[in-house]
């Protein structure tokens, strides 16, 4: 199936799968994959080792600010995908952890690091033919995006996915410590002022609590192909066909 030049913004909650069925979707498609938490991940890395975030969260937005001005976050592909660095440092492992996922929240409340963010995020949306992750891609970074699709499932098939990957990394951590986090970040997320985690009116659902990967990228494939393919199979419903 030919896909046309277009942007497919993937929002919702967190350890919803949105990256592994994104960068699934986009080496199906040969489409660039976007992880913009890793932009966000990568600011609150850098204010936890310059002393701009405190233990309770507190922010220094008088030093935060002006680092954001020559902040350097980039991404590097690599044989295994895509890894983020800060200048010529690979940040990615340091990112992923429990300690950085601990603070990200109230960093990305910032309006400021939002604003870096988005303007790093719209460059790479100009060539089109990018599969997006994120909070706020389809409401804010890419309104205008083709295909918007919002994922969610239950909090705890959720923590469940996430304390797998912590613990294969070999992170000491417990399902409360996992579900406590993603509650918090949920709420943080969802409730703050600027941006805040919300579905696109013009998005689809997701709910991915009982389906495999598998059933997700069929699922995608039937949406994608009711929208754009030339012969358009018959849209199919997960669990009807
Ligand atoms: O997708 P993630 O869990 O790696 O994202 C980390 C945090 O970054 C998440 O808790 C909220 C924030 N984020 C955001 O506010 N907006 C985005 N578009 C992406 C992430």
Redesign the pocket.
Known sequence: MHIPDIIIAI?GY??TG??TFAKLIASEFGFLYL????L??GVTLYAMEHGIIKDDNSIDLGKLKPALTDLDIRFRSSDKGSLTYIGDRCVEKEIRTLAV?DK??PI?AVPEVREY?DRKLREFGKKKRIVM?????GTT?FPEAELKIFMTASPEVRAERRLKELLAKGENVSYEDVLHNLAE?DRI?SSRET?P?AKADDALILDNSDMTLDDQIKWVKAVLSDRFGNHAEKPMKFGKS
Do not use: E, N
């Open positions: 929002d967190s350890s949105k990256s992880d913009s938490g890793a966000y991940r996922s990200v929240s990305a963010v992750d994120g909070r706020d891609i970074v970040r997320d941006s985690l």
